[in-house]
């Protein structure tokens, strides 16, 4: 279960804690008490297509999506001014088959120093290493161009234009070992016809993936998720942040 409150005598978080902890021992619970007015440190990855971080940067500047922007990491060059614009640090890893443990440690080493709670793949193209997935489990969302299970791997509208389908769509999910296979957070879909190209399939999918990752991040951040084995549990969202969740 998941409840909200708001402590009417102002108790501190600290000892709510205290109170409940002797309730929650009696009845071997595993629970966790969050401050709703924390913003939750989040560090976003790019490569090369820039639909989602534009779209998640302007949610964040008008208070859409309120999170602490730690810093954005690419392994391009592409947005830079863009990030810098919004007084936010920029980190270019390059990633390549040579350096890749390389470039992971210093990603590893900018997580630690950056005290970063969650990582948003934002169209970010480079595959996380087991133990990277493993060390932050729970804490790395990826926005996958496909409506999961369907169509996974490369060029997934392709594969969705050949086989003609009516329907496309986008996923959000916790990253796993796994490629594409972690416990799904969000999804939503467009119909298209047949008179709808492949590169008409892409640009109505932006649209759908801006979305569905704003909902996931904003689902996360308010400890609305809960992971069950490979599902995840989604509780609604509270009266008064559904507006700016459903934005867009």
């Given at each position: 279960?998941?409840?909200?409150f708001?402590?009417?005598?102002?108790?501190?978080?600290?000892?709510?804690?205290d109170?409940?902890?002797?309730?929650?021992?009696?009845f071997?619970?595993?629970w966790?008490?969050?401050d709703?007015?924390?913003?939750?440190?989040?560090l976003?990855m790019?490569?090369?297509?820039g639909?989602?971080?534009?779209?998640l940067?302007?949610r964040?500047?008008i208070?859409?999506?309120?999170?602490d922007?730690?810093?954005?990491?690419?392994?391009?060059?592409?947005?830079?001014?863009?990030?810098?614009?919004?007084d936010?640090?920029?980190?270019h890893?390059?990633?390549?088959?040579?350096?890749?443990?390389e470039?992971e440690?210093?990603?590893?080493?900018l997580l630690?120093?950056s005290?970063?709670?969650?990582?948003?793949?934002?169209?970010?193209?480079?595959?996380?290493?087991d133990t990277?997935?493993?060390?932050?489990?729970?804490?790395?969302?990826?926005?996958?161009h496909s409506?999961?299970?369907?169509?996974?791997?490369?060029?997934?509208?392709k594969?969705?234009?050949?086989?003609?389908?009516?329907?496309?769509?986008?996923?959000?999910?916790?990253?796993t070992?796994?490629?594409?296979?972690g416990?799904?957070?969000e999804?939503?879909?467009?119909r298209i016809?047949?008179?709808?190209?492949?590169?008409?399939y892409?640009s109505?999918?932006?649209?759908?993936?801006?979305?569905?990752?704003a909902r996931?991040?904003?689902a996360?951040?308010?400890h609305?998720?809960?992971?069950?084995?490979n599902?995840?549990?989604?509780?609604p969202a509270?009266?008064?942040?559904?507006?700016?969740?459903?934005?867009?």
């Open positions: 279960m998941r409840l909200t708001v402590s009417e005598a102002g108790a501190e978080r600290s000892a709510i804690a109170g409940f902890s002797a309730v929650a021992t009696r071997d619970m595993q966790q008490l969050h709703s007015e924390h913003k939750m440190k989040v976003l790019v490569s090369r297509f639909h989602c971080l534009n779209d940067l302007y964040w500047k208070g859409a999506l309120p999170i922007i730690v810093g954005v990491v690419s392994n391009h060059f592409d947005y830079q001014k863009v990030v810098v614009n919004h936010i640090p920029f980190h890893i390059k990633v390549t088959k040579e350096n890749k443990p470039a440690a210093q990603l590893l080493q630690e120093s005290g970063t709670e969650l990582v948003v793949l934002a169209r970010y193209m480079q595959v996380l290493s990277m997935c493993k060390k932050m489990s729970g804490r790395i969302i990826n926005i996958h409506f999961l299970p369907s169509f996974k791997g490369a060029n997934p509208y594969q969705a234009y050949e086989r003609g389908v009516k329907l496309i769509g986008a996923t959000a999910h916790y990253v070992a796994d490629l594409d296979e416990p799904i957070i999804q939503d879909t467009a016809t047949h008179a709808q190209s492949a590169d008409d892409v109505i999918g932006r649209d759908v993936e801006s979305q569905v990752l996931a991040i904003h996360h951040i308010h609305r998720t809960f992971i069950n084995g599902r995840t549990v989604v509780f509270s009266p008064g942040s559904f507006a700016s969740e459903r934005m867009g």
